[in-house]
């Protein structure tokens, strides 16, 4: 996370120098979508060395990983940073508190419905012995969370 806020904010710095007419929304925009890494490319270097399977390689795929799930908060930001700008709308903080309460909402009911439906949904699947079934349930479930989010 350090390595990820760091090179942001370089980027950010670097590019407020180079054009100093970029807003901040469009500098903190600017820093975190180049400071991310392309992980397919990263991953495909190590899979062609044979080091996935070592201590580097599981290491750089947590930071891959780690790079991929800090796009979510920077989409979920740019909307924000976006309407700050010109005054409309709620302001940033307010538009945090709504999502974090539509979030924890939304994992509150996905977390009460997998304990009520999703054990006798994949109990059933498993008693089919059906590796499609699975596969239907699995990507139902996927599509429900992704729908309710």
Same mark, same amino acid.
């Given at each position: 996370?350090?390595?990820?806020?760091?090179?942001?904010?370089?980027?950010?710095?670097?590019?407020?120098?180079?054009?100093?007419?970029?807003?901040?929304?469009?500098?903190?925009?600017?820093?975190?979508?180049?400071? %991310?890494?392309?992980?397919?490319?990263?991953?495909?270097?190590?899979?062609?060395?044979?080091?996935?399977?070592?201590?580097?390689?599981?290491?750089?795929?947590?930071?891959?990983?780690?790079?991929?799930?800090?796009?979510?908060? #920077?989409?979920?930001?740019?909307?924000?940073?976006?309407?700050?700008?010109?005054?409309?709308?709620?302001? %940033?903080?307010?538009?945090?508190?709504?999502?974090?309460?539509?979030?924890?909402?939304?994992?509150?009911?996905?977390? #009460?419905?997998?304990?009520?439906?999703?054990?006798?949904?994949?109990?059933?699947?498993?008693?089919?012995?059906?590796?499609?079934?699975?596969?239907?349930?699995?990507?139902?479930?996927?599509?429900?969370?992704?729908?309710?989010?």
């Amino acid at each position: 996370s350090a390595q990820y806020i760091g090179t942001a904010l370089t980027i950010a710095v670097v590019a407020s120098i180079l054009v100093p007419s970029l807003s901040s929304a469009a500098l903190a925009v600017l820093g975190g979508g180049l400071a %991310l890494s392309s992980s397919a490319f990263a991953l495909q270097l190590l899979r062609d060395s044979g080091q996935v399977g070592t201590r580097y390689g599981r290491a750089s795929f947590g930071v891959l990983l780690f790079q991929d799930l800090a796009v979510v908060p #920077l989409l979920v930001m740019l909307p924000l940073l976006g309407g700050g700008a010109g005054g409309s709308g709620p302001g %940033l903080a307010a538009a945090l508190w709504q999502a974090l309460v539509k979030a924890t909402v939304a994992l509150g009911f996905i977390c #009460l419905a997998g304990q009520v439906f999703m054990r006798r949904l994949f109990y059933w699947v498993k008693r089919s012995k059906s590796s499609e079934a699975f596969l239907a349930a699995t990507l139902g479930v996927v599509l429900l969370c992704s729908k309710i989010t």
